[in-house]
């Protein structure tokens, strides 16, 4: 595997399943970004978690997540971040500097300290949003994906369950 990889798709592509398997097999952490604000996402997030099994620890970080995966990584034990989109996300309510954010965790992930994997939506696709803040979350989510299929050695696509080799550095 990788050092670092980035796995995209679309919303239901089966993007987390795909970097879950790139992990299975042993103890893993779940760094997820997502956050419970309704019975929706708590939903959700339960069936990820049950997906996973007991072999996953979770750790939470929806904001400062360079710091958290930077102390987080480890050669021994391999981490998936879940998901850039919702990190993006939470940055931007919290009136965060995405660009900032972006470049931090763009320099973990160029030289990680054990392997990773990250998983984000690729949301430019689809319809131009006819708002500004929707289209202010593409453009970032755009530049993100950017930065990071950039900074790892690995990129994946997935799209219905199929995942299509864009870069592969190993």
Known sequence: MALS???LGG??????????????????LYLATGQAFDDE???????HR?????????????????EA???HLDPRRPVLVDCLTLWI?????????????TEKLAEVVADPAGPVVLVSNEVGLGLVPD???GRAFRDHQGRVNQRMAQACRRVVFVAAGLPLILKDQS
């Open 5 to 7: 990889t980035l796995v």
């Open 11 to 28: 919303a239901r592509s089966g993007k987390s399943a795909h970097a879950e398997g790139l992990l299975a097999g042993g103890p893993a």
């Open 41 to 47: 996402m708590a939903a959700r997030i339960g069936d």
């Open 50 to 66: 049950r997906r996973r099994g007991p072999d996953w620890t979770t750790v939470e970080e929806p904001l400062e997540l360079a």
């Open 69 to 71: 995966l930077d102390r």
């Open 89 to 101: 996300s939470n940055l931007m309510h919290a009136g965060r500097d995405v660009a900032a954010e």
């Open 131 to 133: 708002n500004a803040l």
